[in-house]
């Protein structure tokens, strides 16, 4: 145990040290590597949504899952599952993406936010942690998804050869993509350096188990600082190279990617962060279980391609500027709704 807490500290430092770095490579602003953001720059890609400034194929998505694969087979913990309600998988994965899109960011984004010196994360990271609380207690109660059964190999290996294919489209650009030429989808980092970074995060998080919201979760829920500590390390990561690049810039106010909306910074992470609770992992983990042929997870990833796909075609997404039109609108539904699968799957019912 105490070699595993070395590790996840190890790799949470070598992940925030490059997550920061792809900035100064050309990545957007305390988006070096930003798992929502990135499946939402792919859904953008492919068409699902026409937000122009966000639309490009991120080789760091395809290196990630292709990474937490070959570390899974090389390791022999590849096993096709999956049958753990999908459907409603699916829809906590749709409330996952809309709450961190009104936020602007994933719970990896958030700490590394923070660590750029942006002020405006730390009610983003207060969300996270009131998501996860709130999360807890439906657990507490019983809440459970069912248990997943083995199924046939190559449902396994679907996510994996899908990202296979969007790696090759994304060497060879297809007249169909869609790629921004302005705005965040334009910053990127040359694609074989961000297909490595993707590889090499992906084995380490597989090897590791990281989650950036279920280090709080089993902090508070069972006192167990092991995935925590993977947070912390990653901030620690991130920070130092930060102050090395000169990219630390400490207020609320000209943030990158960022809005100042305090009431709905927190708000779309409470979101984010019940319903990664209720998924038992973040968007980070989700890719990295599917990886291991966990089919339930890769139809977590499909929820959140739509919930991308339907923050940006209907206004619910946040720019600088602030939060989207609809966005306010459609966390408070999604938490009516989060929670009600919490009650209502929960075995302890009043």
């Known amino acids: 145990m105490k070699n595993q807490k070395y590790l996840i500290i190890i790799a949470g430092l070598v992940f925030g040290a490059l997550a920061a770095y792809m900035t100064k490579l050309g990545n957007p602003g305390n988006m070096g590597v930003c798992v929502a953001c990135f499946y939402r720059d792919i859904t953008g890609a492919l068409g699902f949504h026409r937000a122009e400034v966000v639309q490009y194929l991120r080789p760091e998505i395809m290196g990630l899952c ?16 999956g049958g753990s309600n999908p459907l409603v998988r699916f829809l906590l994965g749709m409330f996952v993406m809309i709450g ?14 923070l ?26 109660r019983g ?7 083995s199924t046939y190999t190559i449902a396994g290996y679907i996510i994996p050869i899908t990202m296979v ?22 910053m990127r980092a040359p694609l074989i350096i961000s297909l490595l970074v993707g590889l090499l995060i992906g084995f380490l998080a597989q090897k590791t188990r990281m989650c950036f919201v279920g280090g709080w979760r089993d902090l508070s829920l069972v006192k167990d600082s092991f995935l925590f500590s993977g947070i912390a390390a990653f901030f620690v990561g991130a920070l130092v190279v930060n102050l090395l690049i000169g990219a630390i810039n400490i207020g609320f106010e000209g943030q990158p990617v960022a809005h100042t909306n305090v009431l709905w910074n927190f708000m779309g992470m409470v979101l984010c962060g019940l319903g990664c609770t209720l998924l038992g992992g973040c968007p980070l983990r989700q890719t990295v279980l599917a990886a291991e042929g966990d089919t339930d997870a890769g139809v977590t990833i499909l929820g959140l391609i739509a919930g991308a796909a339907v923050s940006h075609n209907f206004l619910l997404a946040s720019s ?8 306010p609108t459609i966390v408070i539904i999604g938490l009516i709704i989060v929670c009600a699968i919490g009650y209502f799957m929960s075995e302890q019912l009043d």
């Open 66 to 81: 292709l990474g937490a694969f070959l570390a899974a087979l090389s390791f022999g913990e590849f096993k096709s599952r």
């Open 100 to 113: 961190a899109l009104v936020f602007l960011g994933c719970p990896v984004r958030a700490v590394l936010r």
């Open 115 to 140: 660590a750029g010196g942006d002020l405006n994360a730390l009610y983003g990271i207060a969300g996270i942690i009131a998501g996860a609380f709130l999360g807890i207690y439906f657990l507490k």
């Open 143 to 149: 809440f459970n998804l069912g248990r997943a059964n």
């Open 165 to 186: 294919v969007l790696l090759v489209f994304a060497i060879i650009q297809p007249q169909f993509l869609f790629t921004s030429e302005t705005g965040p989808g334009s």
């Open 320 to 327: 600088p500027n602030g939060p989207g039109i609809n966005g």
